[in-house]
C-alpha cells in the first residue's frame, strides 16, 4: 500500500473537504509535520466479526492526533470507531462489527482533519 504524505497546513488554515458521511477529526501539530492515513483492508475473524483498523501515521512526534475509522458495506456507512492520542507520531483504532449473510464489499475509511481520508477494501468476499 502506498503511503500518501500530506503537509499539515494548519499555519495557514487550509481544511481538505471530506465527505459528508463520516466527518473528521483533528490533528494538532507543527505545519511542518508530515502525516497520512493508513486503512486496512476488513478481515473476517472466526467469530463472525469483521475487524477493521485504520490510524494516521507522522514522521514526527505531535502534540495530538485524533482519527476516525469508519466501515462501510456495500458503499453506505455502517459504523465507527475513533481515538485521540497524545504526544505521539501514530494513532490506530480498531473496531468489530457483525458480518451479515451473503457476500458484502466491506471497506475501511481513515479520517483525520487536514488530511486526505483513505480507504481499503476487503478483496476476500466475506
Not at 76 to 97: A, I
Request: charged share 15%.
Amino acid at each position: 500500500m502506498s503511503r500518501l504524505k500530506i503537509a499539515l497546513a494548519l499555519a495557514v488554515g487550509t481544511v481538505l473537504a471530506l465527505p459528508s458521511a463520516a466527518p473528521a477529526a483533528t490533528v494538532s501539530a507543527a505545519a511542518d509535520s508530515f502525516c497520512w492515513t493508513v486503512p486496512k483492508a476488513p478481515t473476517y475473524s472466526a467469530s463472525g466479526q469483521i475487524v477493521y483498523e485504520g490510524g494516521v501515521q507522522c514522521e514526527g512526534n505531535v502534540q495530538e492526533l485524533s482519527v476516525k475509522v469508519s466501515l462501510s458495506m456495500n458503499g453506505s456507512f455502517v459504523t465507527h470507531t475513533s481515538k485521540t492520542c497524545e504526544s505521539t507520531s501514530r494513532c490506530f483504532d480498531l473496531g468489530l462489527y457483525p458480518n451479515r449473510s451473503g457476500n458484502q464489499e466491506w471497506c475501511t475509511w481513515v479520517y483525520a482533519q487536514h488530511l486526505i481520508s483513505t480507504e481499503a477494501c476487503e478483496t476476500a468476499g466475506f
